[in-house]
């Protein structure tokens, strides 16, 4: 059991979602927003949200804030792995103005064809993640994933596919608009990410064009337009000189998002079927169906699942979406978990040690319970099967007392001494000459005349030498002889025509095993 925090470091806003990842699965325990001045320090504003709510987190999950994160697509024509690993920096090198050594990047796999893989890779400034980093740290937050603010709603596509409301192997885009950037993940909704992207622009823009068209300050203008702004025509002079200015700001949006998709079309070779909407500035009243109408799609806010409506309420839920799903993707499993994290070479998340050590407590309890129920498991086999083997002893005394008169518990000895094998009987062959003389005697076939000339009989071979009327009755006499259990085999010698006589002279060598160990003893006739 582990609660995990989503932090949205937003510009406008400082947003978390504490989530409780369970062998069940997850639940809300808590949400928070924190507002944040337009140049109001992010360490400010984290000593506030912190202060306000000491939930003491396992793990702290957060996205890159700000403009600064670039985002590139590459296809490579391979699929191996470590292939990719080695063959990106170069790819990632030609597309910078400056040298590789001055970024961090990683990459997220979105798509893997039978001789190719297309990836999605964020980069940023080495000095732009070191500060993020220190500022976290001096408040006491050491986050275990860095992530890109688009491909954090991976998670909500795996594992909320119903929130979207496409049909099976459609794609989705989730424009989320904050204040300072937008962020676009086109995915298919239960499969993964598909495409992602961020560039500038958002609600801050829409308020300077507010405070531009009626000369007013910055401050008065957000405060206008989160209280009346709208796009909905019909309301006035002012509010359709307002809604001008408005519809002017998000031409670059709009102008940005179209090509976005356009560009994710167009590596699916399949349009995307529908356009959900978060972020702060999401809920500007009108911009739902602006958007949509715009760009031709079906559109809709986006709503979290219902395992946080109780927590979230549902007109936060979609500025609180991106918190959501950064608190999703540090609860997920490591094999379905987005792998995009920034945290890597010397910023490599270091705090295992420190979860761990947390938890030694918990841990020792539970290896001392689990030691315990061990022992006691030990015992109670030990005792179960020392009294079934004083029952077998008891039952092989009161045999051996009845059979050979003495009480034996020992089971080999017993076995033995039942078999004769110690008594002096031991030394008398199971088979003997006259036993073999008595089987082959019984075994000639009536039909068939034949007078012995000659017989060896030896525990483990018989020699036959006679006379018979034909070689097919010499055949018939082998067969016979074959039918005893211990005449393994039998062979059939020299075979010739007796002088001055019909009669045939036949020699037959027989193979004696009974598998039975027996003494060596012969005798001849």
């Excluded at 989530?19 to 337009?38: F, I, K, M």
């Amino acid at each position: 059991m582990a609660r995990v925090l989503g932090l949205d470091l937003g510009s406008h806003s400082l947003k978390g979602v504490l989530l409780e990842a369970t062998g069940r699965g997850t639940s809300v325990l808590d949400y928070a927003e924190t507002p944040r001045a337009d140049e109001a320090p992010l360490d400010e504003t984290l000593a506030v949200f912190l202060a306000e709510n000491p939930w003491s987190p396992d793990q702290v999950v957060v996205a890159l804030p700000g403009p600064s994160l670039a985002t590139h697509s590459f296809t490579l024509p391979f699929t191996d792995p470590k292939r990719i690993a080695a063959t990106l920096p170069f790819e990632v090198e030609g597309e910078l103005p400056f040298e590789l050594s001055q970024v961090m990047f990683d990459h997220q796999v979105t798509r893997r064809r039978a001789n190719a893989t297309d990836l999605v890779v964020g980069l940023v400034r080495r000095e732009e993640l070191a500060e993020l980093l220190k500022t976290l740290s001096t408040r006491g937050l050491d986050p275990r994933v860095v992530t890109h603010p688009a491909i954090a709603y991976q998670a909500l596509f795996l594992t909320a596919p119903e929130r979207f409301e496409v049909a099976p192997g459609a794609t989705v885009a989730v424009l989320d608009i904050g204040h300072r950037r937008t962020s676009v993940a086109v995915g298919r909704p239960a499969e993964g990410l598909v495409f992602a992207r961020t560039f500038p622009g958002g609600g801050r823009d829409l308020s300077r064009a507010l405070a531009t068209e009626f000369k007013v300050p910055l401050a008065e203008a957000e405060a206008w337009k989160e209280r009346d702004g709208s796009l909905i025509p019909g309301a006035g002079a002012e509010h359709e000189r307002a809604r001008v200015a408005l519809l002017r700001a998000l031409g670059p949006i709009l102008r940005e998002s179209r090509a976005t998709l356009k560009a994710a079309s167009g590596r699916e070779h399949l349009p995307v079927a529908r356009l959900i909407l978060a972020g702060g500035t999401s809920q500007l009243p009108g911009l739902v169906e602006h958007l949509g109408a715009e760009l031709g799609l079906p559109a809709d806010l986006l709503l979290l699942p219902a395992a946080a409506a109780g927590t979230i309420p549902p007109e936060v839920q979609p500025r609180a979406a991106e918190a959501y799903a950064l608190a999703l993707r540090g609860a997920m499993s490591s094999a379905r978990a987005p792998r995009f994290n920034l945290r890597q070479g010397e910023f490599a998340f270091r705090g295992h040690v420190d979860y761990l050590r947390d938890r030694l407590i918990r841990v020792a309890a539970f290896a001392g319970v689990l030691a315990l129920l061990l022992c006691v498991f030990n015992v109670s086999r030990a005792i179960l099967l020392g009294r079934r083997e004083a029952a077998v002893d008891a039952r092989l005394c009161a045999v051996t007392q009845r059979i050979l008169g003495t009480c034996e518990k020992d089971y080999n000895r017993a076995l033995n001494m039942l078999r004769g094998q110690t008594s002096p009987a031991a030394a008398v062959p199971n088979l003997s000459a006259t036993r073999l003389l008595a089987e082959v005697a019984q075994r000639v076939p009536p039909e068939v005349t034949v007078t012995f000339s000659q017989m060896v009989f030896d525990l483990d071979r018989l020699q036959l030498r006679g006379e018979t009327d034909s070689t097919r009755s010499i055949d018939k006499l082998a067969a016979a002889l074959k039918g005893y259990r211990c005449f393994r085999e039998v062979k059939e010698g020299k075979v010739e025509r007796a002088r001055d006589s019909s009669r045939v002279q036949f020699q037959l060598d027989v193979q004696v095993d009974c598998g039975d160990a027996v003494a060596s003893a012969g005798s001849g006739t």
